[in-house]
Nanobody, 125 residues
Framework: QVQLVESGGGLVQAGGSLRVSCAASGRSFIWYNIGWFRQAPGKEREFAGAIGLSGTSTYYADSVKGRFTISRDNAKNTVYLQMNSLKPEDTAVYYC??????????????????WGQGTQVTVSS
């Protein structure tokens, strides 16, 4: 089992950057793929990107590709979401989620077993 805690959200102007973190507890962190999802008010939870066990494999939604970068530091049990060139439509609560066992990076939130509480990211125009 793994517990996830997001941090680093906040308010930023359009065009700016922000990095959010996902800190995990548990010695088995290295065996989990990590996904980032976001949910805006009145909308369904949306896949943003994911990273594999070693950090060499990543996959992004078209809406964030080229602007967002996911990385992980397994020694620190932490995954990062670097967000650049932010747009007002990026405003949402951002969640990290863990799926055990590696393999194909999943975009369906139902494929992830563990979730953090979320961190609010607000992009002003």
């Amino acid at each position: 089992q793994v517990q996830l805690v997001e941090s680093g959200g906040g308010l930023v102007q359009a065009g700016g950057s922000l990095r959010v973190s996902c800190a995990a507890s548990g010695r088995s962190f290295i065996w989990y793929n990590i996904g980032w999802f976001r949910q805006a008010p009145g909308k369904e939870r949306e896949f943003a990107g994911a990273i594999g066990l070693s950090g060499t494999s990543t996959y992004y939604a078209d809406s964030v590709k080229g602007r967002f970068t996911i990385s992980r530091d397994n020694a620190k049990n932490t995954v990062y979401l670097q967000m650049n060139s932010l747009k007002p439509e990026d405003t949402a609560v951002y969640y990290c989620a863990a799926r055990p066992g590696g393999g194909t990076l999943r975009t369906d939130p139902d494929q992830y077993d563990y979730w953090g509480q979320g961190t609010q990211v607000t992009v002003s125009s």
